[in-house]
């Protein structure tokens, strides 16, 4: 497997975990029923993706992303910390639009660093980029 394409896709997985632990450590915290279906979806479509992925990796005997528990204790101590005082529908709708937001960065700057990656990874970036931009269009009702 290609240096470039590895790095996307792990970076892809990075992105998805980190969606994913995100909404489950928001979920319990959710009042509105339609905010919390909306979550739950894309939960499910992060999990798509990671799956992906992940299969794309294994099938090039490459190396997986493997995410610290430091890093993902310190995303749900930010978590907990930022909704200490506020569990509003629309301060939770915010904390989930800025994440898909880093989100993009994140992809956009992998697919900078990593040119020489082949069409089925950039497309899998692309696809999960999309995603979260309508996640942002969605979420945005939620302010």
Do not use: P
Not at 62 to 77: A, F, H, P, T, W
Not at 87 to 96: F, K, P, V
Request: proline share 0%; net charge negative; aromatic share 4%.
């Amino acid at each position: 497997m290609k240096h470039d394409d590895a790095a996307i896709l792990r970076e892809i997985q990075k992105n998805t975990q980190m969606g994913m632990t995100a909404i489950d450590t928001i979920l319990d915290k959710i009042g509105d029923d339609d905010f919390s279906l909306q979550l739950s979806k894309q939960s499910l479509r992060y999990s798509e993706i990671h799956n992906r992925a992940l299969d794309k990796i294994l099938e090039n005997d490459g190396e997986v992303y493997r995410g610290s528990q430091i890093n993902e204790l310190l995303l749900k101590g930010n978590i907990h910390a930022s909704t200490a005082l506020n569990i509003s529908t629309g301060h939770l709708a915010e904390m989930m639009i800025q994440g898909s937001s880093r989100g993009i960065t994140s992809m956009w700057k992998a697919l900078k660093h990593n040119q020489l990656a082949t069409d089925e990874a950039v497309e899998l970036a692309q696809e999960l980029v999309d995603f979260e931009e309508k996640n942002i269009r969605r979420l945005k009702e939620y302010l």
